[in-house]
């Protein structure tokens, strides 16, 4: 059993990475968001392993099938076909440099993750969905409704932004 | 390497790939799909945290339930400022957006 969640764990890391170097290096803006999916995909097996079902169902209905769905309309709507803005290769320096910028957070937390570890247990703990719907509603009941508010809000001010009157051209 | 470390270095890998997307990107949808996996890589680490030490497992969890919550209202906000971008510029590269330092 051990050995098999080691290996899972080594399924989902190969596609968490592969799928987020795609994601950031394709040229077609296309591909790039199927390598999003791959990784939210292997980010929802990860919920799996750490005993979060839960999790892994809401990753794939709200990432996978909600806002990859409103990246793709950005992509449509904005007519970022293959010879589109990503098209051309990117220059050396520019590599460098973002790799430079990725350098620095990326050193500094590794170094914290490695140096203090916390005490952690070795099998994860088992939250029942009573419990999470429990918690929705009697301790962090302000969050719950906040969040709807900030979705109601978020979506007004998108039809609002994107709103064309008829008949003014 | 204790579990959390190995998960904390998976998400950490998430957030150094977003930000080498933020940076070297060029088109705003490409820079969009790296804020998703920015905050991706902070669910993980939020419920990893939640789920293997002694802090709140459900705490952990309704965490990230609101990070995916706002990374979908992000999303949304971003798809129409993209699409008024596009209209008013013809365009949603970077380079030809960025005109206040004309």
Redesign the interface.
């Known amino acids: 059993m051990e050995l098999m969640a080691k290996i899972a ?1 080594a399924v989902y ?1 190969l596609i ?2 592969g799928g ?2 795609w ?2 290096t394709s040229q077609s ?1 296309v591909r ?2 199927v390598g ?1 999916i791959a ?2 995909l292997g ?1 929802a097996g ?2 799996l392993l ?3 079902p ?2 892994a169902f ?2 794939i209905l ?2 996978v099938g ?2 990859c769905i ?2 793709f ?3 449509m ?4 076909h293959a010879d ?3 098209a051309a290769p ?1 220059p050396v320096r ?2 460098l ?3 430079l ?2 350098l620095g ?2 050193a500094v ?2 170094w914290l ?2 140096t203090r ?6 099998t ?2 088992e ?1 029942s969905l009573e ?2 719907g429990q ?2 509603l009697e301790p ?1 009941f302000l ?2 409704e906040l ?1 709807s508010v ?2 109601l ?3 007004s ?3 609002l ?2 709103w064309e009157r008829r008949g003014k051209k | 390497m204790s579990p959390l470390a190995l998960y904390q270095l998976v998400a950490l890998v998430l957030l150094c790939a977003g930000l080498f997307g933020i940076v070297q990107r060029r088109s705003l949808v490409g820079m969009l799909i790296a804020v998703e996996l920015m905050l991706n890589g902070a669910g993980l680490s939020i419920v990893a945290a939640g789920q293997l030490t002694k802090a709140n497992a459900i705490l952990g969890q309704l965490g990230t339930l609101l990070v995916m919550g706002l990374a979908a209202a992000e999303a949304t906000l971003v798809l129409s400022i993209v699409v008024v971008v596009s209209r008013r510029f013809g365009t949603t590269r970077t380079s030809e957006v960025s005109t206040l330092k004309e």
Do not use: C, D, H, K
């Open positions: 764990f890391t968490i990475l987020a170097v994601a950031v803006l790039a968001l999003l990784t939210l980010v990860m919920y750490l005993n979060a839960f999790m809401m990753q709200i990432y909600a806002v409103i990246v309309f950005a992509i709507l904005t007519r970022a589109g803005e990503e990117v520019q590599y440099w973002s790799l910028a990725v957070p990326g937390l590794s993750i490695l570890p916390a005490a952690s247990m070795s994860p703990v939250v419990r999470l918690g929705l962090y969050a719950f969040i900030v979705l809000v978020a979506m001010g998108a039809v932004l994107a």
